[in-house]
Each structure stands twice: as C-alpha cells, then as structure tokens.
C-alpha cells in the first residue's frame, strides 16, 4: 500500500518536480502511527471516531488506564502493526501536553520507536 508523504509539520511533501511523494512500508506505518497519535479524536470531520481521545483523559473523562487501553487497541488495528510491544505516557497537566514513547512491532517482523510530545 501506498499513501502520500507528510512531513514532520503534516504538510504534503513535494519532490523536485513539485510532485506528490509517496511513502510505503515501515515508513508509511510509521506516518499513520504519528497521525493518529496527532489527532484529536473528533477533529477530522471525515471520520469523527479516528485519532486519540486526547481531550477525554485531559479532562479526567477516562482514567490514565482506560486511555492507554483504548490507545493500544486503537494503535493495534493500524494495517501493518503486528502489537504494541511498549506504551509509556507522561501526562503534563498545567501545560496540557503528554510526552507518548512507543515500541510497536510490525508485520514484517521489524520494530518501529516512536517518541511524540502531544
């Protein structure tokens, strides 16, 4: 599978040639992972259900465990991820921020790391 390229500010990235560059494999599961750990769930007004439910364990909605139960299961039916072999979370509440590590392995056998602060 293939998707289209998005930087590290979530701008589509362009070639030379000013044309749209592709990502596939790791990289392109990689790209998804960050995407849906970015987006606020309800904020893409395509599918309201995508993204994580940043809003809902800032606002103590949901407990730390209930977040990170969802977030995992969620992270889990990403096409391409195998499981989700580490999830640590350092909630910041005065700044409203979480600093998100991860070690997810993927289908091909190899181990995406990811570390985002959200």
Not at 52 to 66: C, G, K, Q, V
Request: glycine share 6%; charged share 30%; hydrophobic share 40%.
């Amino acid at each position: 599978m293939k998707s289209l390229l998005l930087n590290s500010s979530g701008d589509l990235e362009l070639d030379q040639f000013k044309s749209l560059e592709m990502v596939e494999g790791p990289a392109e599961i990689k790209q998804q992972i960050r995407l849906t750990l970015l987006t606020n769930r309800g904020e893409w007004f395509l599918n309201l259900n995508f993204g994580t439910p940043w809003l809902d364990l800032f606002r103590r909605e949901i407990s730390e465990e209930e977040f990170k139960q969802e977030t995992v299961t969620m992270l889990n039916d990403i096409v391409g991820v195998d499981q989700v072999e580490k999830f640590d979370i350092s909630l910041d509440t005065q700044t409203r921020k979480a600093k998100v590590t991860l070690v997810i392995l993927i289908e091909s056998g190899e181990e995406i790391i990811l570390e985002e602060v959200v």
